[in-house]
């Protein structure tokens, strides 16, 4: 299969051959890997029991698919990635807002799944084979993870999409023998070594479970799906499909293995770590298919997260290829994997990645789906694109290309979220005002939302199609995305 040469330019009708079931098959296929399960881990870490822990992560991602799985349609509508389409609001150098968002939520997550999935693998292959856990060992299966990443995600998203559809249900059946294996051992009683909760009291430490491992898996999509619904042709498939398809993707996609995560986490006495815990107390029958999970698991979800972050360099740098990007950014987020495994905790570097990047990214998402509900969902696709030809004018110039009330709002609803928020090393100020609660994630797209409509109130709707003629530069040599 050829290499994909789209970037995050347009995508013509007559390519957009996926529908809402590749959608589903590709949001439940690339999660359920060891990257997603260990968030349901995250509750079990901060002391909750079983069924609080199971509350918080169902509650935190039925919230979060609310918010996020409406972002589906704005690339139904555009035939570009999301980040891309938000230039609309923000303008189309102000969308770069965007574009860094989602570079960081896919680097993180990247990073995140290759970490984990290693960490089991070489555990695994230490009680199969008697690999030494030793750094080289761990920085071969790091880097050979990596590898078969980056190749997946260069080829782009046909392969991908193929992947899932194998992943879907491969991975499914081995979560399932995992329940079969871990079920003796499962108990309801407290674990040694949860040390109580971690926040002092039940709620704010349920608020926090909440927010960390449930709100957080939707959120890391809200650059994401229009990656894939951009291949959707709105001319064959209704809106309400495609918004269907991304509920029922991200719910069960987020929720199997996350509770899955918890489910284990009580079986292998998994308190303060999770990897070594979960291949310390596998059967011996099922190490096998537990080292199947680790890695075909992990390059699914890495591949589409990579692939993600070509795109959102792409948009970046214009003049970069694709593939050249997603090259570029495959090297940062394995360097990420080498000092996330040598120099944090697990637990205090996933809770903290996860919270800033949900005050920072919620209000962007809040902001976008506030400019399509104005819109109507009718955008100037050609006028989307003016930044990637290098070209000037168009419905969405504003002010040399950015839209500065909603830039504004945007930075204002993300500072509200950092000083709300509560971090393993830092609490901010606004704490005080919250009970000691973390509502960052509530506190910055309410923030940013209401900002946004109040700086905009009176001004004119963008994005009518022929709005205004693009001016071309003087630059030449403009290049297709």
């Known amino acids: ?38 968030f349901g881990w995250l509750p079990v870490s901060f002391g909750l029991g079983f069924w609080q822990s199971v509350s918080a992560v169902v509650a935190g991602t039925v919230l979060g698919t609310a918010l996020t799985a409406p972002l589906a349609l704005v690339s139904l509508r555009t035939g ?43 555990g695994t292959l230490h009680r199969l084979l008697g690999l030494p856990a030793d750094g080289l060992s761990y920085g071969v ?27 879907a249900l491969a991975m499914t059946a081995l979560l399932i023998l995992g329940v079969v294996a871990y079920a003796p051992d499962f108990t309801l009683s407290a674990l040694p070594g949860a040390g109580g909760h971690l926040l002092g009291s039940f709620w704010p430490t349920w608020l926090l479970a909440l927010v960390a491992a449930g709100l957080s898996g939707p959120i890391a999509f809200i650059t994401l799906l229009g990656d894939y619904t951009r291949y959707v042709s709105p001319a064959r498939h209704s809106s309400r499909a495609v918004l269907g398809a991304a509920w029922l993707g991200l719910i069960a996609g987020l929720l199997i293995p996350q509770l899955f995560g918890t489910f284990t986490a009580y079986a292998a006495g998994a308190a303060l770590d999770y990897a070594g815990p979960l291949v310390a107390a596998s059967p011996a029958w099922y190490l096998v298919p537990l080292l199947l999970a680790a890695s075909a698991g992990s390059v699914g979800n890495a591949g589409l997260m990579l692939y993600s972050m070509g795109l959102d360099l792409d948009a970046i740098l214009p003049r970069a290829s694709r593939a050249r990007a997603t090259c570029a950014v495959a090297l940062t987020a394995t360097a990420c994997v080498f000092v996330g495994h040598y120099a944090w905790e697990a637990q205090d570097a996933m809770t903290s990645f996860v919270l800033l990047l949900t005050a920072v990214g919620t209000p962007w998402a809040v902001i976008t789906l506030i400019g399509f509900a104005r819109c109507r969902g009718e955008y100037d696709a050609d006028a989307l694109q003016v930044f990637n030809r290098r070209s000037r004018g168009g419905a969405y110039w504003y002010r040399s290309g950015w839209n500065l009330r909603a830039t504004a709002a945007w930075a204002l609803g993300a500072a509200v979220g950092v000083l709300a928020v509560s971090l393993p090393t830092y609490e901010g100020p606004l704490l005080a005002l919250t ?22 109130a009176r001004a004119e709707p963008v994005g009518t199609p022929g709005a205004v003629e693009p001016v071309p530069s003087a630059a030449s040599g403009d290049r297709v995305a």
Do not use: H, K
Not at 8 to 33: A, H
Not at 93 to 106: E, Q
């Open 435 to 456: 009970g000691g609660v973390d509502c960052s994630f509530l506190l910055s797209g309410a923030v940013g939302g209401a900002a946004y409509l109040a700086l905009t």
């Open 1 to 38: 299969m050829p290499i994909e040469q789209r970037g995050v330019d347009t995508i013509p009708d007559e390519e957009r051959t996926s529908g809402p079931r590749d959608l589903v098959s590709i949001l439940i296929g690339s999660n359920l890997c060891l990257g997603v399960v260990v």
């Open 141 to 167: 299966v790091y880097a050979l993870l990596a590898a078969a990443t980056v190749t997946g995600a260069v080829f782009g998203y046909r392969v991908l999409l193929r992947l899932s559809r194998v992943l």
């Open 80 to 122: 570009t990635n999301l980040s891309t389409s938000s230039g609309a609001q923000f303008g189309v150098r102000g969308r770069l807002v965007g574009s860094v968002v989602g570079l960081l939520l896919s680097l993180g997550y990247t990073a995140l799944t290759i970490w984990i999935g290693g960490d089991v693998m070489v």
